[in-house]
């Protein structure tokens, strides 16, 4: 049940693979101790300039031989409203003041052109440093960059929060789907709709999806041992995309105080907020989103939120406290351990062989 | 892998349960087709007067010498505010007039200490007729309670959203414990918190509950197939409660045209909402629940919301119009068929061992 068309396409050994979490959390000792592991390690690049992309490619290169992976987020255009930035702000500077931090009454943030350039800039140095598999969030790139990758033989992957998505997924020339159930932490890859009520479950998703595309569906969301492989492969997924439980590992890049809340947190406390970064995301509950949650629907969009809330998240770090973070979690915390890396993957294998065993 | 101390305990062949829906759905011919096929069978009979208990159990009794079991609602304070009732009665009245329905200004429900007396009648009437299995929602039976069901050696379910939920079912003395994902359709089991925004999938309840319990966890939400039986299996549940895939039945009771609007609807079309009874359920979305959507906080608590909405839902049914309705749906409504439960239950078994075979 584990060498399948995904396993085949990616070159790995175990259907695993290490979700691409944008902002520091994939550091080059992650990426190449999953792919090392047998696993997909995948740089979550969205946030990156193209030379630290470059920088960071030919790092992990002198760390493994093995394939590894690259997420980048495709640019939407942006309604860069003053009057929510003000308004937002206005929220915002209270919590500032608190880190001791300078009020703020502006807005600063990337052009919808300026992205449209990094993110041309970024596709461009992926295929110069030769990284042979390329996810995609937030939509799906054009038929001119589907193109020039496939000519590189890039394996491409798009991310889908339901059937409608996946179908697009596919008929965009993707490789695969990630299918992102509504467990998943950190931000829905939503492209369709941005609706945070309506989040399908992973029991859901994965078999109506699978029953609804040809290519292969990688189920993401909640999924942290062998139960969930063995079950995501029931449900008719060849592979699973796992975030929360590679991020609380010892190689990766996430802040201590993340992993210990993490590792002590409970399944119903986290939520999906807007609040951090202007898209919908999953996080532990804490005083930031409470702070926003009933100004939620009036935040600026991505990446104006985002940007304006740098400075707090930054803040908030440096000073070790969790309670302005964003505390990017799926919805199985008490499954989550401090663990190498290799254990990780290696438990999970045994687990899976272990339950199929049984049955 | 079919056979498990669920089976045992409640002397069925097949590891799966009919979710005793409530309103009408669980006919004498439902649950008799689920348990002659080999699974359990409940009559949802939380609204039912303890006659009409009776009288279906003596009519399946007529149908099925297999066990079968009942489920009751456990009767919870509520606070009877006036002031919420008349606000609420000025949303609905514009819908009872597109019902040709008279407006309402007042509040009837029954009184807390009715619903006692009749859970304690309906309790008693569970007892004479020798239901040998019997479920609680919206909370847990008393120590009395439980004693005196136990000394009739009676099989009891409580029903859990959270971890914290299935360890007070276990302390309680439950035989076993229903793990409601948030794929599930209808009313949310939760007695520990109400909250709709951070409701747990099953890809990460399943393992996180079973971690905690020591009795059988049962898996409950977009459950429809061999695939979803499989997965649940995988994840550590020895058992699945389905709802929508037996709603939809030949069988079943439900209006023909709810059963069309789910055969219908997409997996992203429902939502969790307390427009209808006061307390949050899942269903597909229609001008109703938008109606009030934007009210929902301030709607009366259960009881008193359902009362209010009693005549809308039923003059609805009566026209055909699935506007007014609440048409319950888990989160699989593209996996629905309107066929036979014998039908349904064969494919199922047929299914997993094919999936487990496979592996």
Known sequence: MLMNLVTNLLKIEHPIIQAPMAGGITTSELVAAVSNSGGLGMIGAGYMTPDQIREQIREIKQLTSKPIGINLFVPNKFDANEDKAKSANQLLNPIREKLNLPPKNHMEH??????????????????????????????????????????????????A????????????????????????????????????????????LIPQVADNVTIPVIAAG??????????????????????????????????????????????????????????????????????????????????VQNALTQDIRKASGLQNK?????????QSPRLSKNQRVKTLIESIISDVKNTIGKQ
Chains 1, 2 share one sequence.
């Open 110 to 159: 990337p052009s919808f052109h300026d992205a449209l350039e990094k993110y041309a800039e970024q596709i461009k140095v992926v295929i110069e440093e030769k990284v042979p598999i390329c996810s995609f969030t937030f939509g799906l790139p054009s038929k001119s960059v589907v193109a020039e990758l496939k000519q590189h033989h890039m394996v491409l992957m798009g991310t």
């Open 161 to 204: 929060t339901t059937v409608k998505e996946a179908i697009e997924v596919e008929k965009s020339g993707m490789d695969m789907v990630v299918a992102q159930g509504s467990e998943a932490g950190g931000h829905r890859g939503s492209f369709m709709n941005d609706e945070q009520d309506n989040l399908v479950g992973l029991m859901s």
């Open 222 to 303: 909640g999924i942290m041992d062998g139960r969930g492989l063995a079950a995501s492969i029931c449900l008719g997924a060849q592979a699973v995309q796992m975030g929360t439980a590679f991020l609380t590992c010892i190689e990766s890049g996430a802040h201590q105080v993340h992993k210990e809340a993490i590792l002590h947190a409970f399944e119903d406390e986290t939520i999906v907020t807007r609040s951090f970064s202007g898209k919908p995301a999953r996080g532990l509950i804490n005083p930031f989103i409470l702070s926003m949650q009933d100004n939620e629907k009036d935040l600026p969009e991505f990446p």
């Open 322 to 330: 969790k309670d302005y973070m964003s505390l990017w979690s799926g």
